[in-house]
DNA sequence: GTAATATATGAAGGATTGCTCAGGTTCAGG
DNA sequence: CCTGAACCTGAGCAATCCTTCATATATTAC
């Protein structure tokens, strides 16, 4: 758990016995359930508790209030988000980079995609509840990742490599948020991932001339 | 108001008079400044009624109940964006498409951060709400739009000008909308949006060659 | 086996919220 | 000036909701 998570959110202990970590983990899949089936401001600790099938008292034994259970599924949630694209970032390291943004578009769709469902129902939770550290330091995280990345390019070196990985980065999240939200028939949202690559590897021959 | 709007979200009646009309725009304001201090699930009936000055009772006399308010607030923005958006595209109907995209991401882009503490409110306030509905009929409208600008461009005909134009819009307006998450410091921002006209311009290039 | 610890229960308290309604005030038209 | 329509008031009801705590059970360590 980040050290730089709010008090008022931190867990108030974590499970030790197997039983416990099973409870735990019913609780943050009745959450996600629950944000799925009547989004975020239907979501109640008492609805939560039942749909886990354990009482609201363990619940609480585990989070301090509403908004730490929340925090702490999308907290899980990025971590692992994060994990897969430093995992791809490294393993394209010195790579041309035309490839590098094709694997960055293909990790960062295909970790969307899997579960579209999740992803939507936390994308809304993440706005209602506010946890806004945790995006800002998922977003330093994978700053870091992706800059470290484009600078070890085998086929180029980028004049400015700041404002190009922004840019990047931007633009491929943003854009596959909001072909999220736009629930494309599937075809049109495979040739929309297609196009998304055509034109980063476009804007980075324009840069890189 | 649209004939599309769910009834339980119908405004109850319309102002008549003048006071009726400054009433109900100082619920709004009141909603607005609401959802910007403490965000859209601490935004209570009693408080939008206290800060408007007006009495809980007056509001309800427009708005059935307080998921109308949210939804009136939204469509009342995206009606005026989506005018806006309109008025560009057909300023530019005829033009080269270079020019195009350039005066769309410009229009959008400054429609966001002439308040961008609103816009920032109100992106939070539809994904709480379920306001489905309002965006894609935005959307919608604005696909239309943008349509018939890009197939009138003077120096190219596209090859899939339905493709081309999915992927413009939804890269446009997802990376303006990430940009404005992430509050990037001013001169970061404007180098962004520099750097989201080049990329569209080269990813026209490229599927236009 | 037993003590200490971890985990689970769920009724109930306290606070809040959305919304109504019976009764007032202001305005516009005649 | 008068009357009906438009507009406004705000105490209070009903419905939740979040959270606690006294109590009970399961697990582990010795």
Redesign the interface.
Known sequence: MDARTPSALKPRKRPRQARARVTVDAIFEATIQLLLKD???RLTTTRVAERAGVSVGTMYQYFPNKQALVYALNERYLEVLAEKIESTCRAQHGAPIGQMVEALVDTYWRAKTERADVTRAL??SV????NQTL?DDF?ARVNAATTAMLASASDTTLDDLE??N??LV??I???????F??T?PAA?AE??RG??V??????L???TA
């Not at 706005?127 to 506010?130: K, L, N, Q, S, V």
């Open positions: 989004g975020p401001h994308y809304r706005a209602e509840m506010d995006v977003a404002a190009t922004l840019t931007t633009v999240f943003g854009t596959v948020r909001n072909a939200e736009r494309l049109q040739a929309l196009q998304l055509t034109m980063c590897r476009a804007y021959d324009a840069v």
